[in-house]
C-alpha cells in the first residue's frame, strides 16, 4: 500500500518537474509514445528510490534521467538543456524548503491553538511532496517568472564554450594551489602529486589553445561576412555605373551621325544583354551571396545562371565555424568545376538550388557539360574530364565528412548536391 502511495505522489511530482520545464522553456512538442514510456518509467524509479530511502542516489537519479525526457520533450542546445535542468532543480529545491517551512509554520499554529500534536512520518513527507508539486505547478503558470529565465540565459548564452571552460579551470587551479599552500607544512611532494601537476598544467594550455583558436574563429567570420558586403555593395555600384553610363550612351546617341549611332547602339545592346544579377544576389542566404557572387561574377555574359533558394535565415547562427569553412569550401570547388565544365558545352547554363532537407542545409549545382563523365570514377584522385593530372578539386571535397557530397547525371545535366547538418540553436 505504501507503495502505491509512493506511485500516485511520485506520478504528481514528476509530471509537476516535467511542466514547469515545459512551461519555462517554451516547449512546443505533444506527449508522445515514447516520451509517455520514459515518463512511466522515471515515475517508477523514483518510487523505488523512496520507498527503499535510496536518498544517496536521489540527486544522481535527477540529473541522470530528467535531462533525457526533458531533451525528448523540447529539443535545445546542450547549453540551454542544461541550463534548464538547474533552473528546475534550483526552483524544486526553493520550493521544497518553502513547503517544508510554511508546514511548520501551520503545524506551529496548530499545536499552540488546538494543541494539536504531529510526528514526521513518510505520510507527512507525502503531502510536502504533494504541496510542493502544487507549488511547481504555480510557478511554472507565472509569466514574469518566465521572462526572467528567458532573459537570464539570453545573457549566460552569450559566453562561449571555451570562455566557460577556461574560467572553471582557472577556478579549479586557483583552489587547488591554495589548498597545496595552506597544507605545505604537511605536504608530501611525490610522483602522483607531480603527475597530477603536469597534466593540469597541460589541461590548462590545450584549454587556452582551444579559446585561442574559438577567437580566431570568430574573426575570420567577422571578415567574411565584411567580404559579402563589400561583393554586395559592388553589385549596387556596378548596376549604377551600368545605368549611368547606358544613359550617357543615349544623349550622345542623339547627337551623333549614322555610324556613330551604330556603334552606340552595339554598346548599349551589350549592356542590356548583361544578365541582372542583383535580383539573384538578393536572394541568396547571407554567408553564401559573397562567396557565390564572386565566383560566378565574372562569367555573368557568357553563362546563363538561374538561383532559387528556400532558407530565409542566416546560416551562421545554424553551422559550427569548421562546418562552415568546409561547406563553404566545397561549394566553391563544385562552382568552379561547374563553370569550367559549363563554359566548354554548347548551351552554358548554371542552376543553383539552396534549400533545407531532413535538418540540414543543402546547395545543388546544376551544369551543362561537354564530356563523357564516368560517375563512378569522380572523386578519385587520377580521375578527371580535363586531362591529365587533374581532379584534385573533386578528390578534395570528397574527403571531409563536415559537409558531404554527392554528385549524378540526369538528362545530360550534371549535378554536385553539398549538404551540412544543422545544429540546435536557439
Same mark, same amino acid.
Given at each position: 500500500?505504501?507503495?502505491?502511495?509512493?506511485?500516485? @505522489?511520485?506520478?504528481?511530482?514528476?509530471?509537476?518537474? !516535467?511542466?514547469?520545464?515545459?512551461?519555462?522553456? +517554451?516547449?512546443?512538442?505533444?506527449?508522445?509514445?515514447?516520451?509517455?514510456?520514459?515518463?512511466?518509467?522515471?515515475?517508477?524509479?523514483?518510487?523505488?528510490?523512496?520507498?527503499?530511502?535510496?536518498?544517496?542516489?536521489?540527486?544522481?537519479?535527477?540529473?541522470?534521467?530528467?535531462?533525457?525526457?526533458?531533451?525528448?520533450?523540447?529539443?535545445?542546445?546542450?547549453?540551454?538543456?542544461?541550463?534548464?535542468?538547474?533552473?528546475?532543480?534550483?526552483? *524544486?529545491?526553493?520550493?521544497?524548503?518553502?513547503?517544508?517551512?510554511?508546514?511548520?509554520?501551520?503545524?506551529?499554529?496548530?499545536?499552540?491553538?488546538?494543541?494539536?500534536?504531529?510526528?514526521?512520518?513518510?505520510?507527512?513527507?507525502?503531502?510536502?511532496?504533494?504541496?510542493?508539486? &502544487?507549488?511547481?505547478?504555480?510557478?511554472?503558470?507565472?509569466?514574469?517568472? #518566465? !521572462?526572467?529565465?528567458?532573459?537570464?540565459?539570453?545573457?549566460? %548564452?552569450?559566453?562561449?564554450?571555451? $570562455?566557460?571552460?577556461?574560467?572553471?579551470?582557472? &577556478?579549479?587551479?586557483? *583552489?587547488?594551489?591554495? /589548498?597545496?599552500?595552506?597544507?605545505?607544512?604537511? /605536504?608530501?611532494i611525490n610522483i602522483l602529486l607531480m603527475i597530477i601537476i603536469i597534466l593540469m598544467v597541460l589541461t590548462f594550455c590545450i584549454l587556452l589553445k582551444f579559446k585561442m583558436n574559438?577567437?580566431? %574563429?570568430?574573426?575570420?567570420?567577422?571578415?567574411?561576412?565584411?567580404? +559579402?558586403?563589400?561583393?554586395?555593395? &559592388?553589385?549596387?555600384? +556596378?548596376?549604377?555605373?551600368?545605368?549611368?553610363?547606358?544613359?550617357?550612351?543615349?544623349?550622345?546617341?542623339?547627337?551623333?551621325?549614322?555610324?556613330?549611332?551604330?556603334?552606340?547602339?552595339?554598346?548599349?545592346?551589350? =549592356?542590356?544583354?548583361?544578365?541582372?544579377?542583383?535580383?539573384?544576389?538578393?536572394?541568396?542566404?547571407?554567408?553564401?551571396?559573397?562567396?557565390?557572387?564572386?565566383?560566378?561574377?565574372?562569367?555573368?555574359?557568357?553563362?546563363?545562371?538561374?538561383?532559387?533558394?528556400?532558407?530565409?535565415?542566416?546560416?551562421?547562427?545554424?553551422?559550427?565555424?569548421?562546418?562552415?569553412? @568546409?561547406?563553404?569550401?566545397?561549394?566553391?570547388?563544385?562552382?568552379?568545376?561547374?563553370?569550367?565544365?559549363?563554359?566548354?558545352?554548347?548551351?552554358?547554363?548554371?542552376?543553383?538550388?539552396?534549400?533545407?532537407? +531532413?535538418?540540414? !542545409? #543543402?546547395?545543388?549545382?546544376?551544369?551543362? =557539360? $561537354?564530356?563523357?563523365?564516368?560517375?563512378?570514377?569522380?572523386?578519385?584522385?587520377?580521375?578527371?574530364?580535363?586531362?591529365?593530372?587533374? *581532379?584534385? *578539386?573533386?578528390?578534395?571535397?570528397?574527403?571531409?565528412?563536415?559537409?558531404? @557530397?554527392?554528385?549524378?547525371?540526369? $538528362?545530360?545535366? =550534371?549535378?554536385?548536391?553539398?549538404?551540412?547538418?544543422?545544429?540546435?540553436?536557439?
Amino acid at each position: 500500500m505504501k507503495f502505491l502511495l509512493w506511485l500516485v @505522489v511520485n506520478l504528481f511530482s514528476t509530471f509537476s518537474i !516535467i511542466y514547469l520545464y515545459y512551461k519555462v522553456s +517554451n516547449g512546443t512538442k505533444k506527449p508522445h509514445f515514447k516520451i509517455i514510456i520514459m515518463f512511466i518509467f522515471g515515475v517508477v524509479i523514483q518510487t523505488i528510490i523512496q520507498y527503499y530511502e535510496f536518498t544517496n542516489i536521489r540527486i544522481a537519479s535527477y540529473f541522470l534521467y530528467f535531462p533525457i525526457i526533458f531533451y525528448m520533450i523540447n529539443p535545445v542546445p546542450l547549453k540551454k538543456l542544461i541550463f534548464y535542468t538547474l533552473i528546475v532543480w534550483f526552483s *524544486g529545491m526553493a520550493i521544497d524548503i518553502f513547503s517544508i517551512l510554511l508546514a511548520s509554520i501551520v503545524l506551529f499554529v496548530l499545536k499552540i491553538i488546538f494543541n494539536l500534536h504531529f510526528y514526521y512520518s513518510e505520510y507527512v513527507s507525502m503531502f510536502l511532496t504533494i504541496l510542493a508539486t &502544487v507549488f511547481l505547478m504555480a510557478v511554472g503558470h507565472i509569466k514574469y517568472f #518566465c !521572462i526572467l529565465i528567458s532573459k537570464l540565459y539570453s545573457k549566460i %548564452n552569450k559566453i562561449r564554450y571555451s $570562455n566557460l571552460l577556461l574560467i572553471v579551470f582557472s &577556478v579549479f587551479i586557483l *583552489g587547488f594551489t591554495i /589548498l597545496m599552500f595552506i597544507n605545505l607544512n604537511s /605536504l608530501n611532494i611525490n610522483i602522483l602529486l607531480m603527475i597530477i601537476i603536469i597534466l593540469m598544467v597541460l589541461t590548462f594550455c590545450i584549454l587556452l589553445k582551444f579559446k585561442m583558436n574559438d577567437d580566431e %574563429n570568430i574573426k575570420y567570420l567577422k571578415t567574411l561576412k565584411e567580404n +559579402n558586403d563589400f561583393y554586395i555593395k &559592388v553589385d549596387d555600384d +556596378n548596376r549604377i555605373f551600368k545605368h549611368n553610363l547606358i544613359a550617357k550612351l543615349l544623349s550622345i546617341k542623339s547627337v551623333s551621325n549614322k555610324k556613330s549611332m551604330a556603334l552606340i547602339e552595339d554598346l548599349i545592346m551589350q =549592356f542590356n544583354k548583361s544578365t541582372d544579377f542583383s535580383k539573384s544576389i538578393k536572394i541568396i542566404p547571407y554567408g553564401l551571396n559573397g562567396i557565390i557572387y564572386q565566383k560566378i561574377y565574372p562569367y555573368l555574359n557568357e553563362i546563363k545562371i538561374k538561383i532559387s533558394n528556400e532558407i530565409k535565415y542566416d546560416i551562421f547562427a545554424y553551422l559550427k565555424p569548421r562546418r562552415y569553412n @568546409v561547406f563553404v569550401e566545397k561549394i566553391v570547388v563544385a562552382l568552379d568545376n561547374a563553370i569550367e565544365s559549363s563554359l566548354t558545352s554548347k548551351d552554358k547554363s548554371i542552376v543553383i538550388n539552396i534549400l533545407e532537407e +531532413n535538418n540540414s !542545409i #543543402c546547395v545543388e549545382i546544376k551544369n551543362t =557539360f $561537354n564530356a563523357d563523365i564516368n560517375v563512378d570514377s569522380i572523386g578519385n584522385k587520377e580521375y578527371s574530364t580535363k586531362g591529365k593530372k587533374r *581532379g584534385l *578539386g573533386l578528390f578534395s571535397i570528397f574527403r571531409d565528412n563536415e559537409a558531404t @557530397v554527392s554528385v549524378r547525371i540526369i $538528362n545530360n545535366i =550534371f549535378e554536385s548536391k553539398i549538404v551540412a547538418k544543422k545544429r540546435l540553436v536557439d
